[in-house]
Structures are given as C-alpha cells and as structure tokens.
C-alpha cells in the first residue's frame, strides 16, 4: 500500500485534548506512530521512559494504545478515559476475548489507577491497562531540563466473571460492575514490567475467559441480547414489567438469547439517547462484559436514536418493532404472508434510511440510476420507494381475492365468526380441537400468519338441527402492534373485520390477561372496518388460578370458560356460539 501524505495523517491522528498542543510536541507525539516494542513485552523501560518525557514536557498524561505485535495503533493526549477507543472502531473479540490491544498510561500524581479508567479498560475489554506513573519531579521544574521519568508500574486487567461469585450483573451500578469485573495487581518496578512476558500473560487470561464463556453458554448460534427497559412516568409500574417480560419472550421467539436486563426511571426519554449519559454507559459496559452483540430496547426508537445508541454502544441496536418484524420474517411461509412480512419490513426500514453512515450517502453508480449529483441513498431510497409501490399493489390484489372469497362464501349463506385474541391465547388449538383443522400451535408468540379457515357444524340442542358456520383462525395480536405491520396485515386483518363475529379468545393463566383484552379491544377499534359481535372466552382454565377464574367471572359474567386443549367447556362454546352467530345474522 502506497502511504500518502493524507493517508499518512490520518493514520497519525492524535486523540484526546490538543488544546495549546505546539507543532513540535505533535509531532513528538506523531512519531510515537513509528515506534514499536517486542510484542511479548508489556513495555521496555525506553518506551516507558520516552513515553514519561512527552508527557513532563506537555504537562498531560499521554496514552498509546499498542496491538498485539507492539505496533502504537492510537496515541493520545489525557486520560484513558479521554483517549478511548469508539466502540464502534473496536475489532469485535466477543464475551471470550479481550478486544487485542492494550493501553500504556503515563499519570500525574496517581499512583493507581481510578474508576474512570478501570470503567475505560471493561468497556473496551483492553488487553491490559499499563499504569505509569511519574515521579522525579519532573513538572515542579518544568521547562527546568530534568524530566519525569518512570520507576514503577502497574497492570490493571479484566477478571472473569467466576472470579466474582453471586455478582447480580443485571442490578450492578455502573462503578460496582466496573470494581468487580477488573483488577489492579501490585506495583512493581518499571525493570521487572519489562521483564515479564506479555503474550504469556494475555493467553492465560483469555484462556480463563473462554472456559468461562463455554461453561455459561451452550449456544453460540442466535443473538447475545441485552435489553433495556425505560420506565417512563406514562407508564405504569406493572405495564412496565409486563412489557419488559414480554420483550424477553420476544427475543427467546426470534431465536436470541437475553444475557441481561438494564432498567432506568424517567420522567420521559432522553431525546438523543432514551436513557441517560451515565446509563447509556452502563449498558455499553455490560454488553462488553456479557458478550451481548445486540441491545433491545422495550420500546420504539427514533432513527436518529438508533443511530446514537450504536456508537455509543458498539453494538446493534433494535426496538421492539424490529423484534417484532424479524419473529414475523422468520414465521411467514406462505406467498401472501412473505409478501406482508417484507411490506412491513420496508416500511419499517424506509424513514431509518437516512444518514446510515458515510458508507451510504456516497455517490452512487449505475446508468440511468441517477441524475447529476444524486446520492447512491437517495438511489437506494427510490428503488425501496419502487419495491414498495409494488408490494402495496400485491397486497391490495390479495385482499381483493379474499374479498371475492369471502362474497362467494357470504353467497351461500354461511356466516363466518374469526377467532382473534393476543398472541398465544390458544386460537390455534381452538380451531384444531373444533374442526380437526391441522394448524401449527405452539407456546410461541406469531406462531400462526395466515388465515386459515374451517367448516364447523353446530347442532340446535332443542331443535336438533345443524348449522354450519365457517371458524378463522389468524394472527395474533400484540399491545402497540407496530404500525407498519397493521398496514401490511391489512388482507389479513381483515378476515377479522369481515367476520360476522367474533369469537375473542383470552389466555386466564396469563397474569396479564385484563391488559391482553384492552390491546386486542384497542386494534379492533382502530380497524378501518367495525368488527361484529364478540363472545369473550377464557382459554386455558385448566392453568388458570381460582382467584384469576373468580375475578374473570365477577367482571365478564357472559363469557365462556374453556380449556382448549384438554377440550374443556366445548360444548357450552358451540351453545354460545350457535347463539352468537343467530344474533349476529338476525336470525
Ligand atoms: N394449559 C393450557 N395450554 C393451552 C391451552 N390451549 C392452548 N394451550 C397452549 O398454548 C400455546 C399457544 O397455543 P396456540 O394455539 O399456538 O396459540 P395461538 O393463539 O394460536 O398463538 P399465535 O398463533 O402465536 O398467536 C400452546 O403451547 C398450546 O399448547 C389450554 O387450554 N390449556
Ligand atoms: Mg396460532
């Protein structure tokens, strides 16, 4: 590689405060670059020394940040602290690595050091901290000849996470999670630092971390995630857990696994960040230290904030829709549910598009792709503008079909009653159990896309005659059913409304059934259409507790009570849905 002069100061950047910094200090400084000490060394007594003279003469601490064959890969003016590594240019080592470079540290008046630069050495997993701290009096006579040297140093490291038994990660405050999970080891004089081998020393450790790592986890496939959960003043206490539960449910259903849980009270989020200064570093400090490469949040984010949190975090940042979004893209199996899933996505995707660094905003190429001075994103913006366009007519074309399908049906008179309820109340099973329909029911939330629909006769206990209705079975619902998805969904949301009735089937062993029902009461009323008569029905007595079927019967007196998978109660359902579907046709 050819090193020209721009690539040549970019490389020699120098971080930190340059505040009153002369040419001929920075570039002291910049020569630092050129240096380079036996890669199994911590340092050499020289490099230490040199290290010691440009900091007396700057009057700063000085940091460099050396890679695993001893080449500086960053130098600095100030602290750790001040001098670290973005988490976003840090090569990615993962919970059983260390991130491969260390830092050598020059300090004034710090024998040790501190909780900012401990916090420093976790959040980007150093290799070491090398501690240096200056003596001799080299800045009482500044300007007067003699430096300040070094005599001794000290390593501060990372532990692994056994060394620190019953540690509740998941609560710890920032400075406990940063005391705990580092070291300071003795001080000792710079010669025999110099002596000692560094390769030696970071093997050992990262080998301690990595039987650490495969003792904790048995999967290596699938997300690290770690969620935050913003308790605002809008939102009840219980309402908050109940949603910080059910993202953790969430997560589990996209195939992630939730390493951690990180809380913060607020009167309202913090519109760069969500959460504040000091949590946002937390949150960065226990993914490093739990290995998390994904960070959900438990609500939504804006694209700006999205953005703000990765480069803080260094990691992926996702909001509950997006969670929401990947469970829907890996469900969906049919053309119709593929077609809505990538809808949503887009729609989704489209506003986020904005400003995805700098790798997206450069020029774009391709002929007729773009007129003069036209960004490859606004290229990329239009071409999902295109695919948008035509997903939304693809869509309109299937809920026309179902139209049809549903107008032949109406033709010959057989009413039709849509099973609906929040995600995993059991609808799935209903239908299997009533008509022998074969749909995949399973304890997971979005385990049914598609409709489907079944013939199900009903038999007039005085008369004895037969009516047959036909029963849907369709998606699920979930609170704050992100917009995008109610969009896409509308063919299939729309089986709902089209319905005669409905049959509103409700999980009693869920803890929070009563919010369950307003979520599904309030998609409903959002629907362009107003859906028919309800019948409400409780799932799942058989887990329910007896105070859950007491309060349930005091507060909904006409509901139905069932287990449908130990076939339960079914034939007071068929009762009452004969009665339903005689209402609801008038007849
Ligand atoms: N204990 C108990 N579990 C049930 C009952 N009915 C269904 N389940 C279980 O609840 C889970 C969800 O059932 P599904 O029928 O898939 O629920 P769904 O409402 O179709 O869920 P989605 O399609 O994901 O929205 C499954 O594990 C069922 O076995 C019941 O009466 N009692
Ligand atoms: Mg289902």
Redesign the pocket.
Known sequence: MVVTPILRWLIETIHGDLKGLKTNQLKQLKRLYHQRIPGDRFTTPEFAQRLAAISTELDKPVCVYLNRRGQPIRVGVGTPRQTQIPPQELPRYGAERLCGIRCLATAIDREAPGTGELTALALQRLDALVWLPLTGGGFARRGGGVGGYVRSACIAHLLPPTALPGLALANASDSATVATSTTVLPSVPLESLAEQDFLDFVTDLEAEFAREFSGQSTDTEGDRVLLVGVQTSDRHPRAFEDGLAELDRLVDTAGGSVVGVVRQKRSRPHPQTVVGEGKVEEIALQAQSQGANMVAFDRDLSPAQIRNLERFIGTRVVDRTEVILDIFAQRARSGAGKLQVELAQLEYLMPRLTGRGQAMSRLGGGIGTRGPGETKLETERRAIQRRIARLQQEVNELQAHRGRLRQRRQHHEIPSVAIV?Y????????LNVLTDADIY????????LDPTTRRLTLTDPVSQEGRSILLT?T??FIQELPPPLMDAFRATLEEVTEAEALLH?VDL?HPSWPRHVAAVHEILGDMPIVPGPELLVF??I??ASAEAIELAKEQCPHAVF?????RLGLETLRHQLLNLVHYATGG
Do not use: E, R
């Open positions: 309820g995600t995993n109340a059991g609808k799935s099973t209903l029911a399973a304890d997971q939330l979005f385990a049914t079975d998606v699920g089937l062993s799932n799942k058989d887990a069932i287990a449908a998978s130990d």
